[in-house]
């Protein structure tokens, strides 16, 4: 299997089930493993870290990205950044289902991004089902929150520290809480 393949398999939401994709996700996971590896265990300047980045998710990322390290990802090539996004350290992206961040997005310690589930029933379990995250421009994500997959949040909304996100989030909300549930609008006066 290509990456290419599987990307476009992904889309379709289908069970992660057949021995050629396991084996892919296996080569991919350990490749992941190598890059995040070098990222995490040595100090390294702004410019180095998205290098290696850059090497983690297979295309270039914007020199106006920055991380601060440790970063984990147990796939890497399924999550597209866009400009002035910073994320804090001890993140975790599970991207196999994919994970974008819009513009101007900012990330707390510790969040997870969670892009596979495994099926409910009790003989289904053993399989697991891709749906992507996308987070909208200027996105607040506050630390230890985690967003599950299949879900999109608006532009401009925030995240609570701690929440867990299983419902897609609208644009110019705060959400909170487990499962995280529209607190209150952002309006005018915040913006």
Same mark, same amino acid.
């Given at each position: 299997?290509?990456?290419?393949?599987?990307?476009?398999?992904?889309?379709?939401?289908?069970?992660?089930?057949?021995?050629?994709?396991?084996?892919?996700?296996?080569?991919?996971?350990?490749?992941?493993?190598?890059?995040?590896?070098?990222?995490?265990?040595?100090?390294?300047?702004?410019?180095?870290?998205?290098?290696?980045?850059?090497?983690?998710?297979?295309?270039?990322?914007?020199?106006?990205?920055?991380?601060?390290?440790?970063?984990?990802?147990?796939?890497?090539?399924?999550?597209?950044?866009?400009?002035?996004?910073?994320?804090?350290?001890?993140?975790?992206?599970?991207?196999?289902? %994919? $994970? *974008?961040? @819009? !513009?101007?997005?900012? +990330?707390?310690?510790?969040? /997870?991004?969670?892009?596979?589930?495994?099926?409910?029933?009790?003989?289904?379990?053993?399989?697991?089902?891709?749906?992507?995250?996308?987070?909208?421009?200027?996105?607040?994500?506050?630390?230890?929150?985690?967003?599950?997959? %299949? $879900? *999109?949040? @608006? !532009?401009?909304?925030? +995240?609570?520290?701690?929440? /867990?996100?299983?419902?897609?989030?609208?644009?110019?909300?705060?959400?909170?809480?487990?499962?995280?549930?529209?607190?209150?609008?952002?309006?005018?006066?915040?913006?």
């Amino acid at each position: 299997m290509e990456l290419k393949e599987f990307l476009e398999y992904v889309k379709t939401g289908k069970a992660l089930s057949s021995d050629e994709i396991h084996r892919f996700m296996d080569e991919m996971s350990d490749e992941a493993r190598r890059v995040t590896f070098r990222l995490n265990t040595a100090y390294h300047t702004p410019d180095e870290v998205r290098a290696l980045l850059s090497e983690l998710f297979g295309k270039e990322a914007d020199p106006t990205l920055r991380v601060f390290p440790p970063f984990y990802t147990d796939f890497g090539k399924n999550i597209t950044i866009g400009r002035h996004v910073f994320i804090n350290a001890c993140c975790h992206f599970q991207d196999h289902g %994919g $994970v *974008t961040l @819009g !513009d101007g997005c900012q +990330i707390g310690h510790n969040v /997870v991004f969670a892009t596979l589930n495994h099926g409910i029933a009790p003989g289904d379990r053993v399989h697991t089902y891709p749906a992507p995250i996308v987070l909208g421009k200027n996105v607040w994500v506050g630390s230890n929150a985690t967003i599950l997959q %299949g $879900v *999109t949040v @608006g !532009d401009n909304a925030i +995240i609570a520290a701690g929440a /867990v996100v299983t419902k897609d989030v609208p644009a110019d909300t705060i959400v909170g809480g487990v499962p995280a549930k529209v607190i209150r609008r952002i309006n005018e006066k915040f913006m």
